[in-house]
């Protein structure tokens, strides 16, 4: 698959049989010379046939990454430098051309002509290439490529959310840790005058023996202990209590803004509409699955009760739900309906009960009630396999059986 200044036929060869997989084209309806053709050729061949429309034009973002293909360098030290360009330009992008997150036939087009070159990188170079290993992961998982491709294999260490609002709570709990510590200081001090305390009751012991009296213990009430066990009935409804999904207030949202978190790589900060006078400011682990422009003006789902605070110093007061495959190399928001209004709640049909004013991380709610979040076969977002549901229908995602947090 080398090549110099030109590109090779084995080269034109795999990009159209990317494209045929792509389209879900059998490339066996072309003829077997289409990849002596210029790639504008037998690309524009291969769209007219998937559209089926004689008249399709190619797109000039499209031919601006044909002429990247086209060019592309296979020598060690010069493909890495412009691997490192392809990088920098994916900062801000989650596919090439287009919005969201569907790739468009030029990611195609670059991902087979990237493909070797990116497989063979050491451990090193790898992560000196964040945003280009982010893109590559979510093309293979997107298209199937099938026996054409090898899957590249990447190492990613998910954003784990609910970890930092744990220790977010647990940081908030300092000063009662310090209370305690303080607490036994005082008792350590009050200690010290055991001994003596213990002298005065053996001494008070012996008064007792030598005049004859009874010394008389205090017995617990025992039907007062009783009362205080709860019954297996009571304690069954008090747990499924702590794992509803009515603790929590779970609102439509509209991202107004976003932006890069300014010290952190993996955080986006968003300005989203809840239906309240004052936006709401919510920092998301999402920098590494969609870029601010995809988030800004797109509706989402959040937890609008979390505890506010602060992650890297930046102030956040919800948490946008997200749907994630079983790797974590597909995230992205739930999306409500057409038509669902930025603040309305989400129900849940036959879940009654108030949400919490703010949720305790201390108590681990949210930990308890994410297990039982998920999207079904279809994509549709449930709690124990009850739709999230606006007044436009059910929230759903693109990613089906995944899992919500």
């Known amino acids: 698959m080398a090549a110099n200044g030109s590109t090779s036929l084995d080269r034109k060869q795999l990009i159209a049989s990317a494209l045929c997989k792509h389209f879900s084209l059998d490339p066996k309806t072309f003829p077997e010379n289409i990849a002596e053709d210029e790639i504008t050729s037998f690309y524009t061949t291969i769209l007219k046939s998937a559209k089926n429309d004689a008249s399709v034009e190619v797109q000039d973002g499209v031919l601006q990454w044909i002429r990247y293909a086209d060019g592309f360098l296979t020598d060690p030290q010069a493909c890495f430098e412009v691997l490192k360009g392809l990088n920098d330009t994916l900062a801000d992008l989650s596919v090439l051309l287009g919005n969201g997150f569907t790739p468009s036939e030029a990611d195609v087009i670059v991902f087979a002509v990237v493909h070797s070159s990116v497989i063979g990188l050491s451990n090193s170079d790898r992560q000196k290439l964040p945003h280009l290993l982010r893109w590559v992961d979510h093309i293979q998982n997107k298209v199937d490529f099938g026996d054409l491709l090898k899957k590249i294999v ?104 976003a932006w890069k978190h300014p010290s952190a790589d993996s955080l986006l900060v968003e300005e989203i509409d809840v239906g309240d006078a004052k936006l709401r400011q919510v920092v998301s682990g999402l920098a590494k699955y969609c870029s601010p422009e995809e988030l800004t003006n797109r509706k989402v789902v959040l937890i609008t009760n979390v505890k506010p605070g602060k992650l890297r110093d930046v102030a956040s007061e919800g948490l946008v739900l997200c749907a994630s495959n079983e790797d974590h190399t597909l995230v992205e928001p739930l999306l409500p309906p057409e038509g669902a209004k930025p603040g309305e709640r989400v129900s849940f049909s036959g879940v009654d009960g108030k949400p919490e004013d703010v949720l305790n991380p201390k108590k681990k709610q949210l930990e308890k009630i994410t297990p039982h979040l998920f999207t079904d076969d279809k994509g549709v977002a449930t709690f124990k396999g009850i739709p999230f549901m606006t007044s436009a229908g059910p929230c759903t995602s693109s990613i089906s059986k995944a899992s919500i947090k």
């Not at 350590?188 to 008064?207: I, M």
Request: proline share 4%.
């Open 154 to 257: 990447i190492e990613k260490v998910p954003f784990d959310f609910l970890k930092l609002y744990a220790l977010r709570g647990a940081k908030s709990a300092g000063k009662v840790e310090i209370d305690s510590n303080a607490k036994k200081t005082v008792q350590s001090a009050k200690s010290a005058d055991k001994p003596e305390a213990d002298l005065n009751t053996k001494k008070s012991d012996a008064e007792i023996k030598a005049t004859g009296d009874k010394k008389t213990d205090k017995k617990p009430d025992k039907k007062a202990t009783q009362e205080k066990k709860k019954s297996p009935e009571t304690e069954a409804v008090e747990k499924d209590k702590e794992l509803s999904v009515s603790l929590l207030n779970i609102q439509v949202g509209l991202i107004r803004k």
